[in-house]
């Protein structure tokens, strides 16, 4: 026993705080993200790798450069820059030329996040600023598909990789349209066993449907995601194609493939997710993800893109402060139920 | 099973569940504190106005005696917890780290202590005011925590009447086992207590309310139920803060209070099971409101124990009597870890509405860094009254103070559940704190 007072704080309460810290929840998600990471390594061998490290790079690169001396440690240390630039990258098909892949990285920390004022203040998701960017500044590198290589492959690197800057870009070998590609254009359907496994073409982390499911079960039981936002975008995605799908089977896709193909599942599990730029209301966390499975259905069927993931949830992102205004809670005691 | 009668059983939305750290002491039969040699009796120790010394410097005191009768109609009476004399009538150390006016009383070594013997009052041939005026002079008042005096409660205005007494043994703050040992060793005393509440405000029945932790408590009070009495125990879930007022009342009856009303403005008269029994004390033995039980533990205290401490003990004898604080202590609150007030001295004397007096060393916890707000909204999922804890902090932190009027910010109860649940470790409700003060002050000026 110490004979002298001990020296006391005067913090207010409550003293006692739930395990999960904001540092720790960014960890979940890059645990989460790892089996898709995995198989999208596996499936674009090291072009997958390079174009990964380079959209990493460039988040990470420009938080450093745009974050003051003092703070900078602990910014580059959240996790949030990585993660961004992870979730960019695996975005991206694997032939893209890296030096985009780090612009992209760049530009969706500098005006996805960091110009808004850094975490926590965005209004859109930072790595699909920096996609969508891309998207409109490198259209024909963005929508160029290599097929899923064999594991024996690893080492073959597409010769787009390596383009200069601002250079002619020479794609090699075969460049084959992503399942929504060949649905939407040529009316092709693809086997839901190759869907959920993830051997076709499509973006580095997109194609795996059944690893993206597996991290985002993590993500839930975790509790580091709302679960009404991936409920809400399956559900109304599942809903919406079935009605198109009984109107023309010939036509529409049926509701698995459109819950399966493209970016949906990572879209819903890992983008729309974010709880920066999604709806704080459980009311309005509905609406969000309401609106994003209609858009998704819409912008795929009736829009120029075979894909409208991004832009769904970049819209959607546009509308949540107002979602977040108007789907106050009503507070206890108040208001019309108060029996 | 149990997981499945806590889901059968009642509860209000929303609310966190803290680990409970009541096996420390849940166990431990009270014991009685011996006497020390000093007691100090703040004059405010109770909500409402402070009270009036009715003793002078040097005067003798025995053990129960009127010391300070109460300043106004909300504030009530202090008796001397000891039998000694009046040291002096001065400001002396309050929680919160501040000063509070108080009497001094040192302990005449030589007295035995005996309780000055006094007539019991029968509580079945009284007024309605005359029932009030008792409690006021026992000085009795909620025993949770926030200390309002109980009489308060009891004077119904005309045309309004009391049909239930909820009995609040609901106990959510982790730490704390002292209505816990209450329920379990004097089940008959608050069974009595409740009978003469019944019987003073006219009401129909009782309901006591105690949580599923508390199966001993649950037990205790089953078997000491007569079946002709109109009363009976309720288990709740285990969730904070199912103490709250009215989150019992939402629990219990499934009503909710509408803001601005109190619970007897839907007939509800909700007391504290301290309170209750302090009531059967004063109207079968005569004793006042001189001790209460208090709840000694946390991570920095040798032997964590259930006492009965007069009141006016300093903290410092107390925590000797636990066998001193261990190396390392950081922080010392009184009440539980949730609501509790910190304390700066160990000279700070035990109160009516202390429960608890619990020590912490140094964890992650007591100074976390502070993250961004990630907008995750764990803190609306955890809010009690639906606010919007994260807007109302961002507010706050502008100093938009009357902005945060249109979010209900004078609705909020401190619960701190919205600080418990923040992965960004923000300080919610010390922030929402700040500004209800800010919007209670008449402004000298624009911000």
């Given at each position: 026993m110490s004979t002298r007072d001990?020296?006391?704080?005067?913090?207010?309460?409550?003293?006692?705080?739930?395990?999960?810290?904001?540092?720790?929840?960014?960890?979940?998600?890059?645990?989460?993200?790892?089996?898709?990471t995995l198989a999208g390594l596996w499936f674009f061998g090291l072009s997958g790798l390079l174009v990964l490290s380079a959209s990493i790079l460039g988040s990470v690169v420009t938080e450093w450069l745009f974050t003051p001396a003092e703070t900078r440690r602990e910014h580059l240390l959240d996790g949030s820059g990585f993660l961004t630039g992870l979730l960019l990258g695996l975005t991206l098909p694997s032939s893209l030329p890296l030096w985009m892949a780090f612009v992209g990285g760049a530009v969706g920390i500098g005006l996805g996040k960091l110009i808004w004022g850094g975490l926590g203040q965005n209004l859109f998701n930072p790595s699909l600023v920096g996609r969508a960017f891309l998207q409109a500044t490198f259209p024909n590198a963005m929508t160029t598909w290599t097929p899923a290589g064999s594991p024996g492959d690893f080492f073959h690197l597409h010769a787009s990789n390596l383009a200069m800057p601002f250079m002619h870009v020479e794609y090699d070998g075969v460049s084959s349209a992503t399942p929504l590609g060949l649905m939407k254009f040529e009316y092709q359907d693809t086997s839901l066993s190759n869907l959920l496994i993830g051997?076709?073409?499509?973006?580095?982390?997109e194609t795996s449907g059944l690893l993206l499911l597996l991290g985002g079960i993590y993500m839930l039981w975790r509790r580091v995601i709302d679960w009404r936002i991936p409920a809400s975008i399956l559900l109304s995605v599942a809903v919406f194609s079935s009605i198109l799908y009984l109107v023309g089977p010939d036509r529409y896709p049926g509701p698995l493939?459109?819950?399966?193909?493209?970016?949906?599942?990572?879209g819903a599990f890992y983008m729309a997710t974010d709880p920066v730029s999604s709806p704080i209301t459980p009311r309005g966390a509905w609406i969000f993800g309401i609106g994003i499975g209609v858009l998704v259905v819409l912008i795929r069927i009736f829009g120029g893109f075979p894909e409208g993931v991004m832009y769904a949830i970049l819209l959607m992102n546009a509308a949540t402060p107002l979602i977040d205004r108007y789907t106050q809670p009503r507070v206890f005691g108040r208001g019309s139920v108060g029996r | 099973m149990s997981a499945l009668k806590d889901f059968f059983s009642r509860g209000f939305a929303h609310g966190v569940h803290p680990q409970g750290f009541k096996e420390h002491t849940a166990d431990l039969p009270t014991q009685r504190m011996p006497f020390v040699g000093r007691y100090v009796m703040p004059l405010n120790q109770h909500l409402g106005a402070p009270a009036v010394p009715l003793v002078a410097v040097?005067?003798?005191?025995?053990?129960?005696?009127?010391?300070?009768?109460?300043?106004?109609?909300?504030?009530?009476?202090?008796?001397?917890?000891?039998?000694?004399?009046?040291?002096?009538?001065?400001?002396?150390?309050?929680p919160g780290g501040v000063f509070a006016r108080s009497i001094e009383i040192e302990t005449d070594p030589y007295?035995?202590?005996?309780l000055e013997q006094r007539p019991a009052v029968d509580w079945r041939d009284l007024t309605k005011d005359e029932f009030v005026a008792q409690v006021q002079h026992a000085g009795i008042v909620g025993m949770g925590g926030a200390a309002f005096p109980s009489h308060v409660k009891y004077s119904i205005?005309?045309?309004q009447h009391i049909d239930h007494v909820l009995v609040n043994g609901a106990e959510c703050e982790p730490f704390l086992t002292n209505d816990h040992r209450l329920m379990v060793e004097r089940p008959e005393a608050l069974l009595h207590g409740i009978e003469i509440l019944l019987h003073n405000l006219g009401a129909r029945e009782a309901t006591i309310g105690v949580e599923l932790n508390k199966p001993q408590a649950i037990a205790a009070l089953e078997q000491h139920l007569k079946p002709s009495q109109p009363i009976s125990v309720v288990p709740l879930q285990v969730k904070y803060p199912q103490g709250a007022e009215k989150m019992l009342i939402k629990a219990v009856y499934g009503k909710e209070v509408p803001a601005g009303e109190l619970p007897r403005d839907l007939g509800i008269a909700v007391n504290n099971v301290g309170t209750v029994v302090a009531i059967a004390d004063w109207f079968e033995a005569g004793v006042p409101l001189i001790e209460r039980i208090v709840t000694v533990s946390g991570p920095g205290v040798h032997s964590p124990s259930n006492l009965i401490v007069p009141l006016g003990?300093?903290?410092?004898?107390?925590?000797q009597y636990c066998g001193g604080l261990k190396d390392g202590v950081i922080e010392l609150v009184m009440g539980g870890p949730m609501m509790g007030m910190p304390i700066a001295s160990l000279d700070v004397p035990v109160l009516k509405g202390t429960s608890g007096i619990l020590a912490f060393t140094e964890t992650g916890n007591l100074r976390p860094k502070e993250y961004p707000c990630i907008r995750c909204g764990r803190c609306l999922e955890a809010c009690p009254y639906f606010l919007n804890p994260s807007r109302l902090a961002r507010l706050s932190k502008a100093r938009l103070f009357e902005e945060m009027k249109n979010y209900s910010v004078m609705d909020c109860v401190e619960c701190g559940s919205c600080t418990y649940a923040c992965p960004s470790r923000i300080p919610i409700v010390q922030l929402i704190r700040t500004a209800k003060s800010q919007l209670r002050q008449p402004r000298s000026d624009d911000r």
């Open positions: 001990p020296r006391l704080l005067l913090q207010a309460a409550p003293l006692l705080k739930q395990q999960l810290t904001t540092r720790r929840a960014m960890l979940d998600v890059l645990i989460a993200l790892l089996p898709a051997n076709i073409s499509g973006c580095i982390g493939f459109s819950i399966f193909a493209g970016s949906l599942l990572i | 040097g005067d003798r005191v025995r053990r129960g005696q009127l010391i300070a009768e109460p300043g106004a109609f909300v504030s009530t009476s202090l008796h001397s917890p000891v039998t000694g004399r009046v040291r002096a009538i001065a400001n002396r150390r309050f007295a035995t202590q005996r205005p005309e045309g003990t300093p903290v410092r004898e107390v925590l």
